[in-house]
């Protein structure tokens, strides 16, 4: 079973400025995956950043990049140089290697951008 | 390449009448099918999935239903619907062992009146 919190359900930023939203996670399985994705206005779902639990490197996408911690069970997402494009909800979610059990998505964080 | 369609993008229905929504891929074969439900502003919560034709996994009992007649089909739904079934309903695949996230349908916004 894989549970995520995501403990800021609002967050907002400057533009050009930078923010990281937290995400905490638990899963039965010993090796995972873990997803960052973006909703925009639009609805419709982006993945943003993949990382791999066995992986210590932190993944980095342009402007994304993950702090994983594996002990802590924590994936926080910073955004670098914050665009008004940026502006949407985001979701954390893990996947087990095992892929019997589908993508569990945290609640959410909507991340507002002010010019 | 693979895509995936979703359809209707939105519908507007009576308490009470049935509700059918379509997600197909193109592209692949074989995909994992999943169905969720965004309340609004709120997250995904996960209502069917399926691994293979005729397989079907119900995470949420409710009044809702899913089907998938072929290898790339998914449907969903409902013979009567309630004021509580409103929402956006997404459609996403991914393929068993790529590990490479879901690909997301652009979604159905349901209201039902």
């Known amino acids: 079973a894989q549970t995520v919190t995501q403990s800021q359900p609002e967050m907002s930023v400057q533009e050009a400025e930078t923010v990281t939203l937290s995400c905490t996670y638990d899963?039965?399985?010993?090796?995972?995956?873990l997803f960052w994705y973006k909703q925009p206005p639009s609805r419709q779902m982006i993945l943003v950043i993949r990382?791999?639990?066995?992986?210590?490197q932190n993944a980095t996408e342009n402007r994304f990049s993950v702090n994983f911690q594996k002990a802590a069970k924590s994936f926080s997402l910073k955004i670098s140089d914050s665009q008004l494009g940026d502006a949407a909800m985001y979701f954390c979610?893990?996947?087990?290697?095992?892929?019997?059990?589908?993508?569990?998505f945290g609640k959410g964080t909507r991340l507002s951008v002010i010019a | 390449s693979q895509t995936i369609h979703q359809w209707p993008a939105t519908l507007v229905q009576p308490v009470g009448s049935p509700l059918s929504l379509e997600c197909t891929v193109e592209g692949t074969s074989n995909p994992n099918l999943y169905w969720y439900r965004q309340a609004a502003g709120r997250g995904l919560q996960l209502l069917f999935y399926?691994?293979?034709?005729?397989?079907i996994s119900s995470e949420v009992p409710q009044n809702l239903s899913a089907s998938r007649p072929q290898d790339r089909q998914f449907i969903l739904s409902s013979k009567k619907l309630l004021l509580s079934d409103s929402g956006f309903y997404l459609c996403a695949w991914d393929i068993q062992g790529a590990r490479v996230g879901y690909t997301f349908g652009s979604g159905t916004r349901l209201t039902v009146v």
């Open positions: 899963t039965s399985e010993s090796d995972y995956y």
């Open positions: 990382q791999e639990a066995y992986k210590q």
């Open positions: 399926s691994v293979g034709i005729g397989q």
């Open positions: 979610a893990p996947y087990g290697n095992s892929g019997n059990t589908p993508l569990v």
